[in-house]
């Protein structure tokens, strides 16, 4: 049976390939949440706002 890769101390890359991911998933996660609030409040977007999203699509 094929354990797949398993996190040792001479192997930690699956857990930094782990945490890179659910880093990066917390990123959009919430630039998601602030755009969605300043739609819902209909607030109109920033420079701010602008510069924030350029940062995450750079961010990969």
């Given at each position: 049976?094929?354990?797949?890769?398993?996190?040792?101390?001479?192997?930690?890359?699956?857990?930094?390939?782990?945490?890179?991911?659910?880093?990066?998933?917390?990123?959009?996660?919430?630039?998601?949440?602030?755009?969605i609030t300043k739609?819902?409040?209909?607030?109109?977007?920033?420079?701010?706002?602008?510069?924030?999203?350029?940062?995450?699509?750079?961010?990969?």
């Amino acid at each position: 049976m094929d354990e797949g890769e398993t996190i040792s101390d001479e192997r930690v890359a699956p857990l930094i390939q782990i945490l890179a991911w659910l880093f990066l998933s917390f990123c959009i996660i919430s630039v998601a949440a602030q755009f969605i609030t300043k739609h819902a409040m209909s607030k109109p977007f920033e420079v701010t706002d602008i510069l924030l999203f350029v940062a995450l699509v750079h961010s990969y």
